[in-house]
Structures are given as structure tokens and as C-alpha cells.
């Protein structure tokens, strides 16, 4: 087993490095923040494999021009309360800011948004957008697909992607809920981690491309994820394809390319938001009140034995956030060496 060394970094310098790249490989001042500030916020929430550890790949699509760092996004609305964004091949964060802000307006002005991302890449954690949703109080449901890992229940067989869900509900003068889940049994991003590091997976997470149960995570990528409860995740994974890559105009299934496998073709990624204004079904304060209500009930339950407290989904990574800002982000040496590669790369500084 390989020994990981850390070392740690400021959130404003790892977000400046990482927008002052961007700018290097053509995004402008504004898309350049955006994308970096997507990317430092899944090291920020402890979630480190959708954060600086993907940005080598995304500027390595850049540069083979399997990302277009300049695209004409567009909107398609035919309704007022719905529309479809094309991507134009752009990053998928640029993307996802673009939908999230579109949803939320059609939310606040008609009650209802919905928006369908196509033509897009991996976008970062769906928790981010359901976050800022939040902050405008705005619940928000979202989904992206993603790059075949998944199989159907009963094949061995990668079809679907990890194909997460998210919701986001606002909580007056406290953190936000945010429910982010992936509908394998494991993210993906932590199989890619263990494979990069060279450790075994837990038995139990994915399958080699023969079907057999594996703990290596070079043959479990080449092979596939399992699904989380079994039919049930299935059955979860091949909805959110339905909304985010067939509703969307996007790929989906097969259709979908990898990020890091297939340098060849576009990732044709989708994504899909839907937001809810609150006050269509209720005043606000009465629904901050409940809410408030259900996060005491849930937080007073009975302890099982050797449970200290229970938490709301998001809290957790919300502590996270606020001690990462406060005492900084730990990266491992192999996201560190990657780094310096591109500062070197670029003439920039990175230590």
C-alpha cells in the first residue's frame, strides 16, 4: 500500500492557481472563477475526488479541443416555465451556473423551473448547485448522468453512469439541507482516487469486466460500479438518464463518453433542475417553521447504541466547509505533483 503524503493550502490560493490556469487555456476572467470556485468548493465539503484532483483532465480535453473553453451557451424555452440549455461542448461547471441562475429565475417569477443541460461534461457535485439554490430560497431537485459504469440489475455490464440526485430546501438562519446522493453504491471518484494511489477497494463496491467481484480498482474501472440497492438503484439510475440525458437532448446510456478513458469524442454529458418557489404551495414562514420543526424532531430521536448525534443530510459536509476555510485544504502528493506539472506548464507558481 502506497503511504500518502499532505500538505496544506488556503482556499484563495488553490482558487487563484486553479482560475489563473483556466485563463491559460482560454476561459475568460469570469468563467475562469467560476470553474475554479466550483472545483475548490468539493475540496472545501471534504468532497476532494470531484475537486483540484480533475483539474488535469478538464484542461487536457481543452487542449485536445474535446472541450470547447469558449462556448456559445445557449437557451431553447418554449414555455415559461422551462427550457433547455445548450452547452456548446463547454465546461460543465460554466454550464451548470448558467442552468442553476435560469431555474431559480423562472422559479422566483413563475413558481416552478425547470432546465435541461445538453451537449455538457462532468459538472462538479450536484450539492453545489442545490446550494445555491438554497442561499436564494429556492428548494431545488437536480440530476446529471454520466460516463457508463453502472449495470443493469442481473448484467455485469456497464450502461448506466453513477447518475446522482440531489435536493437542496432552504432553512431559515441555519444551513441549508442538502441531500446529494450517487445512485451506485460508491462514487465513482473514490474507485478513480483508490486506482490513482494504487490501494484495494472494499469488497462489495464493483465488479471486473468477466463479472466477478473485485478489490482492485484499475478492474473495477474497466469493468463496473454496483448499484445502490441493488434493483433500486437501477431503477434510480436509469431515471436520472431519463431526465438528464433523453429529456435533455443530451447523450445517455452508452451514449455518454468518458472523461478520462475516451479522447476521441466530446462527453456529451446532460444535466436537469428542477426548482420549487415555496411560496406557490405555502408561505414562507410557515414552511421554514415546519422545517424547522422536522429538523428538531430528527436531531432529539433515540440514539442507537454507539451513535454520539444524528445529523441532517449536508451537515456534516458543512462543518467541513467552515473548518476548511478556517484551517485550510489537505491535498495528497500525487494532486500536488499534478499541479506543479501545470503551473510549469504555464509559467505560473505553484508550492
Not at 462532468?122 to 449495470?151: Q, R, S, W
Not at 440497492?229 to 443530451?250: E, F, N, Q, R, T
Request: charged content about 25%.
Amino acid at each position: 500500500m502506497t503511504t500518502i503524503q499532505h500538505k496544506v493550502f488556503s482556499y484563495e490560493k488553490l482558487k487563484a492557481f486553479a482560475a489563473a490556469v483556466a485563463k491559460k487555456y482560454g476561459l475568460s476572467d469570469s468563467d475562469a472563477n467560476i470553474f475554479a470556485g466550483n472545483l475548490i468548493d468539493a475540496n472545501l465539503t471534504g468532497v476532494d475526488t470531484h475537486g483540484l484532483t480533475r483539474l488535469a483532465i478538464y484542461l487536457k480535453r481543452m487542449k485536445l479541443g474535446l472541450i470547447n473553453p469558449q462556448a456559445k451557451m445557449t437557451f431553447e424555452q418554449k414555455f415559461p416555465i422551462a427550457a433547455v440549455l445548450d452547452a456548446d461542448n463547454g465546461l460543465g461547471q460554466i454550464a451548470g451556473e448558467k442552468a442553476i441562475n435560469k431555474a431559480i429565475e423562472m422559479a422566483k417569477t413563475y413558481g416552478l423551473g425547470a432546465v435541461g443541460v445538453k451537449n455538457s461534461q462532468h459538472f462538479g457535485t450536484l450539492g453545489y448547485y442545490c446550494g445555491k439554490a438554497a442561499e436564494d430560497e429556492v428548494i431545488c431537485l437536480a440530476f446529471t448522468n454520466a460516463e457508463p459504469a453502472l449495470p443493469p440489475y442481473g448484467s455485469y455490464e456497464a450502461y448506466f453512469g453513477t447518475n446522482p440526485i440531489a435536493m437542496g430546501v432552504p432553512v431559515k438562519n441555519d444551513m441549508p439541507i442538502i441531500i446529494d446522493l450517487s445512485t451506485s453504491i460508491v462514487a465513482r471518484g473514490k474507485i478513480i482516487s483508490a486506482a490513482k494511489q494504487k490501494t484495494p477497494i472494499p469488497e462489495g463496491w464493483a465488479l471486473d469486466p468477466e463479472g466477478n467481484p473485485t478489490t482492485d480498482a484499475d478492474k473495477a474501472l474497466a469493468g463496473s460500479v454496483l448499484t445502490m440497492a441493488g434493483p433500486k438503484g437501477y431503477a434510480l439510475a436509469m431515471m436520472v438518464d431519463i431526465l438528464a440525458g433523453l429529456l435533455s437532448g443530451s447523450g445517455y446510456g452508452k451514449n455518454v463518453h468518458s472523461m478520462y478513458k475516451d479522447m476521441k469524442n466530446p462527453a456529451d454529458v446532460g444535466h436537469f433542475f428542477i426548482c420549487i418557489n415555496i411560496e406557490a404551495f405555502m408561505p414562507k414562514e410557515i414552511f421554514y417553521n415546519k422545517i424547522k420543526k422536522m429538523k428538531e424532531e430528527i436531531k432529539s430521536s433515540k440514539k442507537r447504541q454507539g451513535v454520539d448525534e444524528i445529523r441532517i443530510p449536508g451537515e456534516k459536509k458543512a462543518k467541513t466547509r467552515a473548518e476548511r476555510l478556517k484551517e485550510g485544504i489537505q491535498l495528497g502528493n500525487d494532486v500536488i505533483e499534478e499541479l506543479k506539472a501545470l503551473a510549469k506548464e504555464n509559467n505560473l507558481e505553484f508550492n
